[in-house]
Structures are given as structure tokens and as C-alpha cells.
T-cell receptor
Framework: EADIYQTPRYLVIGTGKKITLECSQT?????MYWYQQDPGMELHLIHY???????EKGDLSSESTVSRIRTEHFPLTLESARPSHTSQYLC??????????????FGPGTRLTVL | AQTVTQSQPEMSVQEAETVTLSCTYD???????LFWYKQPPSRQMILVIR??????QNATENRFSVNFQKAAKSFSLKISDSQLGDAAMYFC?????????FGKGTRLHILP
């Protein structure tokens, strides 16, 4: 079944650790996105990608980095986690070749807590 | 620049009643998409309904319908026969090119 997956769902980690949040989609979508969202609050776009080897920074400055080596995979990495990184991270994808071109499908999210 | 405004941070409705969530947006474009997304507590964000700007007919999905007023740049969501499972954050969103611009959301409470 076509879907978008995120792992881990919950992560509690100490300050200074390197972490990678995984996002994979089986829908064949070219475009993928990362959002940061404090619980019950608005979404902030932090990274997006138009396809393999394409990555762009979003509207909210973030210390995280992303890569897009495979169409289906869009991991997000924090080299040194800090308590200010505590938040929920949502991954999304969208189709590029047929309308609606910007409708996004979301993963279940990763809730990150940095102690 | 495009913006999306949801003026109601929180709303409550009695179960089985009807509620309308407001959304306005600003754009100079003529063709675009509008969306309502639902995010239940600790659950996945899902699309509720979409509207293409050049279609005058208001979109409907079961108990969910929109009132799309293009000239007024208004896109409200009506939920009929509210159910406990409708309790969630609702985000209005404007889509243009490769991105979506989200409003800040409205938290909807359903009162039993």
C-alpha cells in the first residue's frame, strides 16, 4: 500500500548526540518536505526537495540538514542535538506531474525530546 | 506574498451540531488550490477537502463542505453532524507551485 513512513515515532536523546530522522514514501512522489511543529501549533517548513540530489532550505531556519539520494528516502540529520530542537517533525510528499500539484501527504511524525 | 489567516484559535461545538471554521487568504494569483487538513491529537495529518480556485462549485466530502468565496478570498469549512472523532486541529492551506502555505490552525473541541 502506498504510504509515507517516519521512524522513529518517538525519540528521547541527550544533548550533543547526532540523530537522523528517517522518512520514506512508496508513492513515487518527486517532492518531499520536512516541517517542524510544536504540539498543537502551526507548521514551519524547514527543508524541501524537488527530487534526487535536490534540497532547499525552508522558511524557518534550522540547524538540521537533509539529503535526497533516492526518490523514496528523505532523511533529516541533527549533528548535535540541543533542548531547543525538542519538537515534532513531520515529513510530507507530493506529486509533481499531475494536479493538484501541491497537495501534500503526511507521515505520522517523529516526536523528538532532547534532554 | 501569499498568507493564510485562521482567526479562530479554538472553537467548541456540541456533538451532532454544525460548526464553521473560518479561513481567509491573500493572493494575486487566479488559479490555485485550497485545502483543509485535519490533525487529530497525536495522530497523522490528513486531507479533509480540497478546492480548485477556478471551480465555482463548492467542494463537499460527506459531512464536510466548504464555502469558497473567491472575490472575498474566503474559504470556510462547515462540519455537519459533528462527531467526537472530529476533534482535532484544522489547518487551512493555500497551494501554489510546489509549496503549501498553512494557516496557524483552529483547535476544534467536540462537546458530548
Amino acid at each position: 500500500e502506498a504510504d509515507i513512513y517516519q521512524t522513529p515515532r518517538y525519540l528521547v536523546i541527550g544533548t550533543g548526540k547526532k540523530i537522523t530522522l528517517e522518512c520514506s514514501q512508496t508513492m513515487g512522489h518527486d517532492k518531499m518536505y520536512w516541517y517542524q511543529q510544536d504540539p498543537g501549533m502551526e507548521l514551519h517548513l524547514i527543508h524541501y526537495s524537488y527530487g534526487v540530489n535536490s534540497t532547499e532550505k525552508g522558511d524557518l531556519s534550522s540547524e538540521s540538514t537533509v539529503s535526497r539520494i533516492r526518490t523514496e528516502h528523505f532523511p533529516l540529520t541533527l549533528e548535535s542535538a540541543r533542548p531547543s530542537h525538542t519538537s515534532q517533525y513531520l515529513c510530507a510528499s507530493s506529486e509533481r506531474t499531475r494536479p493538484p500539484y501541491n497537495e501534500q501527504f503526511f507521515g505520522p511524525g517523529t516526536r523528538l525530546t532532547v534532554l | 506574498a501569499q498568507t493564510v489567516t485562521q482567526s479562530q484559535p479554538e472553537m467548541s461545538v456540541q456533538e451532532a451540531e454544525t460548526v464553521t471554521l473560518s479561513c481567509t487568504y491573500d493572493t494575486s494569483e487566479s488559479d490555485y488550490y485550497l485545502f483543509w487538513y485535519k490533525q487529530p491529537p497525536s495522530r497523522q495529518m490528513i486531507l479533509v477537502i480540497r478546492q480548485e480556485a477556478y471551480k465555482q462549485q463548492n467542494a463537499t466530502e460527506n459531512r464536510f463542505s466548504v464555502n469558497f468565496q473567491k472575490a472575498a478570498k474566503s474559504f470556510s469549512l462547515k462540519i455537519s453532524d459533528s462527531q467526537l472523532g472530529d476533534a482535532a486541529m484544522y489547518f487551512c492551506a493555500y497551494g501554489l507551485d510546489d509549496k503549501i502555505i498553512f494557516g496557524k490552525g483552529t483547535r476544534l473541541h467536540i462537546l458530548p
